[in-house]
């Protein structure tokens, strides 16, 4: 869209110029769509609709899935295997599900950035932009979980490197990797819980999607047949050439080899390994912030929202019809009027359109800035002629928000500048046209009307030009119906990207009136351009298809070379441990029990105690605990591999008062082949004890073979955990 005001400058100017980028992107790949294909298959059009079905797809083979689907750890990886290998149109099923959710991600971000380019997210949209974000991050986690719910290798890398992420957060707690690190650790439930987030995600668009729509009159569910038969074509053939793979089955036992990542799902996975998690949490916050406000940041959006005069409402209802976005509604008389309702306006959803004009034949309805006073002496002047200025014997009615191209349009003369004989009047949106508008530009001298409209398909209000269409061909009420047929009218759809197209087209319209040729019928003429050499916009359609083809690919099909790095094992020490408290002295039992006694006489009659109570045996532990600091000492670890020293670290207990388990981890990356391996850990501050518990092996380790030393508390010993 081009804005019809003085460039901004600074940071605001900026913005605008690569908002114009975008949007003239945008308008000329649709552009060159509507001359080879029509409006009426364009898939930028349906862009929301075509996720929708993107989502029942999905929804029909996860279903088909679901049926043979085991949620155990231990049988989980071998029904996916079942469903790939066994079931009947098994793989054919499990690849279109994956791809169908891969390019349901390609069309939720298309679509919000033609949403975001068109400036169709502020005011009155603000629900669904900010509902539209919550079904991406939604849509994103649906994803992931599913990559994990197939337990083969590539489900092990989200795991292992979501779980370390999630650890250095202390989201969980810190010990969140060790429940990954090992089957016999893992929990049973884990897939469990995994497939009821994966259901429950759908199921809450159902939700998502009524909020997303609350403000929407007819919305469009799903995308025309044939745009439907070509998506089912793309993901069937497209799975048939390159079906999905099974991938090894995970073994925690082992590291990870990754044959495909799926950037739309785990862009995110690449960063978490080198990436500080402070730096990735801000620049997560800092995305979600600058995507959620943008419907307030900028200066806020002026709406001339609609103003009802009662005195000329009949209660009809046309104008409720109308409107877009279920800001006008009827109510029973409030007047004492002979009719039974009137029209009731929610200013907070106006969009300011002025459809609801175009619908009101009476007069009843009006802009509070552009009313039809103003509109008639706007008209006046542009259709009376003055000393200074000629007027021009037609009128042009134009959308504001298709045809404000300064270099076609002259906005001193409000006129074209290629051809003076059109003055131009601008308007919200075509849909503000009714059969008042048309019968007063007439009465004026008007000796015709040429109406420039955005493309059916793509209304900036959605419907505007629909209504105006089926006007003009008495389909809808109030109907338009011109008397005098040598006032000829003519409406023509299109797009920003095609003004020169437009101004051309209608000189050459003009010059038909003009020699009183190819005169509309008395309904007027609704017009699609077509403009331009098919052949240039399909070589055009060919190689935007042909990028987007390449895009998909790399998204679905490219694997993470860096992390398939050259031979490699993995040693990791991983445990709980409860260590000594740091000082407790109970060598005078004697005098200790007599202090506890003293505080339990200070707190209670001595007389309301049993006389059996008074001589129980006060126990060391409840000494212990009332005497003792809660603090334990920290684990200190000593890690030697081939004589090498490779770590010496304290591990701080847990708890407010460090007075819990001790969670030790650390992983390091050893060469594959034999080596000596001694560990040591010091756990108490007593002289006998600073040995600590020693642990010396030898072992050959393959490559990418994880090795694996836990701690057992209550043998007080290492060993090699399988």
Known sequence: M???????????????????????????????????????????????????????????????????????????????????????????TRSVHQYSSDLMIVLIVLHMIRVFVQDKYRKFRWIAWVSGLVMLFSTLLEGVTGHIMSWNSRSQFVVMESARFLAELKVFGQDLPRAFASEALLSTWIMWILLAIHILIPIAFIFLLYIHFSRITRPKMLPPRALMYGTLVFLVGYSLLFP???????DLMSLPIIEEVDWFYLFFIPLLPETPPAFILSGTAFVMFFLFGAPWYRKKLAVDVADRDLSSCTGCAACAKDCPYEAIYVRPRTDGQKFKMESVIIQDRCAGCGICVGSCNFGGMNLTD???????????????????????????????????DTVHFDLSKQTLREDSRLSVFLVPCAGIVGPAFIKKAVQMGAEGVVI???????????????????????????????????????????????????VSTVSQQLDEWENNRNLPSSRGQFIALRSGKRWVSAAALVLVSGLFLFGFSWGVLDPWANYNPPPTALLRVNFFHLSEQVSCDLNNLESSVAKIRSKIDDVT????????????????????????????????????????????????PAGFSNDGLTYVNHELNVYPGKHSLALNIVDSLKEERQSGFDFKTEVILKDRQVLFVDFDDKLGQFYIRK
């Open 2 to 92: 081009i804005v019809l005001k003085k460039h901004s400058s600074g940071v605001q100017g900026v913005y605008e110029q690569w908002h114009r980028l975008w949007s003239r992107l945008f308008m000329g790949v649709e552009a060159h769509w509507n001359r080879v294909f029509g409006e009426q298959n364009n898939p930028l059009y349906f862009l929301g609709s075509l996720t929708i079905f993107n989502l029942l797809v999905l929804t029909v083979t996860g279903i088909y899935m679901f049926i043979y689907y085991s949620p155990n750890v231990e049988t989980v990886y071998e029904s996916v295997r079942y469903v790939n290998n066994e079931a009947f149109l098994g793989e054919l």
């Open 244 to 250: 999905v793979q099974l991938l090894q089955k995970a």
């Open 370 to 404: 552009l009313r039809l006073t103003t509109i008639e002496s706007r008209m006046k002047a542009l259709l009376t002629k003055t000393e200074s200025r000629q007027p021009a014997p037609y009128l042009g009615v134009f959308c504001e928000n298709t045809v404000t």
């Open 452 to 502: 420039a409209a955005c493309r059916l398909r793509d209304c900036h209000y959605r419907e505007g030009n629909i209504w105006l269409k089926e006007r003009l061909r008495a389909k809808r009420v109030p109907k338009i119906r011109l008397k005098d047929t040598s006032k000829p009218v003519a409406v023509f759809s299109f797009n920003s990207s095609e003004s020169r197209d437009f």
């Open 605 to 652: 009659r001595g007389d309301n105690i049993p006389k059996e109570g008074q001589q129980q045996q006060i126990s060391t532990n409840l000494v212990s605990s009332m005497l003792c600091p809660r603090e334990r000492v920290p684990v200190r670890l000593k890690l030697t591999m081939d004589d090498t020293l490779l770590l010496e670290k304290e591990f701080s």
